[in-house]
Structure formats: C-alpha cells, structure tokens
C-alpha cells in the first residue's frame, strides 16, 4: 500500500508522514528531499515553482512510489500533490494507492511557517500553493483538519485505513 500525504506547505505532511510510518512500520519518503536544486533556489528567493518546474520533481517522487516494496508493506510519501494532475501521475500503475489530504487555514500555516526555521520554502510561497490546489474530494481522499495533534492525525488515518 502507498499512502499519500498532500496538501501546501506547513500541514505537517513530513512530521505526520513520520510518525505514521513508524506507526505501520513502513518506510517514508518526503518528496522535498527530492526537488532539483533549481527548485530549491527558486523558492528559497520566493519565487513560486511552475508546472515546467514541478513535473521532473513529481516524476522523481514517483519513481520512489514505484521502487519495489514486498507484499504487505506500506509505503509513506508527503508530497504536495496540489493538482489532480499530479495525483494521477503518481498514482498512475499503483493498485493500492491511499490519499490524506491535511487541510489547514491560511492563517494557521502562514503561522507555522514563519515559526519553521532551516526549510526552503518560504511564507511568501503560500499564496501560490494555495491558488494550484485543487482539494480532492470525499470520494477521492480523506480529509484531516490540521488543527489537531499529529498524534490524533495519525490515529484518525489508522482508524480509516482500518475501516
């Protein structure tokens, strides 16, 4: 199984994404540790990534998705995914693909953000993420509200993988 975790930046995708792989003894991967250098630059100066830019760094996630995992074992990937588009591409040959969309405010993440030291993406960034969102649906995700712990995220999406 691969669980997506998505949605803009400062929803706790890595810190929920770790917490619930250690949860399910499965392995983790966070897409940021795969942008190309030009994409870290770009949003380390502020400047929102394009579709042009995002594509190689999606393609690059999804080559982590498809590296062999053994039957039973669960993968974890926190990755934007903000557009449906992306979604297919990486949930593209994948059967038993599972997407959490960690949902928050503008005003909470703006928030975190500026309380995040060490991490490329910058505040300013905000914005730009939320205009390439496009929200899945029920039908398509689970949907969290951040305004939990990550502690009780992780078991709201234990619950639901369960159910």
Known sequence: MIIILMG????????????????????FCDADD???SANVDKMTHGEPLSDEDRWPW?????ARI????????????ACSA???????????????LRLVFLKGTKEVLTGRLASRHGHFMQAILLDSQFAA????????????????SPEEIVAQIRKWLNG
């Open 82 to 96: 903000l557009k449906r588009s992306y979604r297919a591409l990486l949930s593209m040959g994948t059967n038993d």
């Open 133 to 148: 969102l496009e929200e899945p649906t029920l039908d398509e995700a689970l949907i969290v509200d951040i305004k939990t």
């Open 58 to 62: 999606l393609q690059r996630v999804k």
């Open 34 to 36: 795969l942008h190309p």
């Open 66 to 77: 498809d590296e062999a995992i053994g039957p039973g074992e669960t993968r974890v990937v």
């Open 8 to 27: 803009v930046s400062g929803t706790g995708k890595t810190t929920v994404g770790k917490l619930l792989a250690q949860s399910l003894r499965a392995s």
